[in-house]
């Protein structure tokens, strides 16, 4: 089977290689331009760019990939199948007409849940026990497609996005290749989409990041693990924007009002909250890297009594 493979960051290096480790046919692999990164601003090259180096497959990066230089391009290959992984542009119809099979998408989260642009993301801050990936056909809409293939997950009461993004990814690869195997056979069923149940995970932005104290110490505690490690929940200290990036919630019982440090000690800053405290244990002020409190602590100190905003 002839497969043409759209994906730009690391989520989508996964899958890129179990499709080639499976021996299927993979003539071009598309993905974003490079683009400048970091504070010198050199042109990165996207993940996937760099792994189909790896596996000397041919790389196409059009900054608009429904242009007519693109069309004519996949025309002249005749893909059996376009995969697309977090490519980070919207198909027109013309380019999800074109293949045999269609265009398959691997989107991580059990849909019709959590439709768009940052599921792992969401279903964390929003306290899910459990997710997952989904293969789907893909159509005009955002994640609206047909269902292929589900496999669920349990969410780890601590793990941040970072980590789930990291489990998912593998996930996903292997249902993909599982997905592509049962559409080869003729033996793949598509599940329609329930519209009315359908919830949507918006992309993110810095501002999101914002703690508001007067939330539960779990609802906060889910904000941290859910925006680990981008873009971080944070607070602002002496007109200082502190991120945060581990946190635990503490039952016991502290007088404080809510937003107030009500203890710090090597085991973390203690925050009043509307229900229970939150402990920050981990935390980044501004140019200084990321450190534990206890480490903190070691040359600076953190008053008890002041109100976090």
């Known amino acids: 089977m002839k497969v043409v493979f759209m994906g ?5 290096v996964p899958t890129l290689k179990r499709i080639h480790e499976s021996k299927y046919n993979i003539p071009l692999v598309i993905t974003q331009p490079d683009r400048p990164k970091g504070r010198g601003k050199k042109l ?4 996937v760019k760099v792994e189909a180096e790896k596996l000397g497959i041919k790389v196409f990066q059009p900054e608009n990939v429904n242009t007519k230089e693109t069309i004519e391009l996949l025309e002249s290959i005749s893909p059996d199948v376009i995969v697309v992984v977090a490519y980070g542009q919207i198909l027109k119809e013309e380019i999800l007409n074109l293949p045999k099979y269609g265009c398959i998408n691997v989107h991580a989260s059990l849909l019709p849940y959590y ?3 940052a599921p792992i ?6 306290g899910e026990k459990k997710t997952g990936i989904t293969t789907m056909y893909m159509d005009k809409g955002l994640d609206t497609g047909d269902m292929l293939l589900k496999k669920e997950i349990l969410i780890g009461e601590n793990e941040t996005a970072g980590q789930l993004h990291d489990r998912l990814k593998e996930i996903g690869a292997e249902l ?15 599940t329609p989409q329930d519209n009315s149940i359908a919830t949507y995970a918006p992309i993110l932005n810095k501002s999101i990041g914002n703690i508001n104290w007067e939330k539960t110490a779990v609802e906060i505690h889910n904000l941290v693990r859910g925006l680990n490690p981008w873009p971080c929940a944070y607070f602002e200290y002496n007109s200082m924007k502190v991120k945060v990036f581990v946190t635990e919630v503490c039952k016991e019982t502290k007088e404080g009002n809510i937003g107030q440090v009500v203890k710090v000690n090597n085991e973390g800053i203690y925050v009043s909250t509307a229900k ?7 935390l980044q002020f501004p140019n200084k890297k990321r450190m534990k409190v206890s480490e903190y602590l070691k040359g600076n100190e953190f008053p008890t009594g002041i109100i976090l905003k």
């Open 8 to 12: 730009t960051p690391d989520f989508a």
């Open 44 to 47: 990165a090259s996207p993940p």
């Open 115 to 117: 439709r768009g642009a």
């Open 121 to 126: 993301n969401w279903a964390i801050i929003n």
């Open 176 to 190: 993909l290749v599982e997905t592509l195997h049962y559409i080869e056979k003729g033996q793949i069923e598509r």
């Open 276 to 282: 229970d405290c939150l402990v920050i244990k981990e």
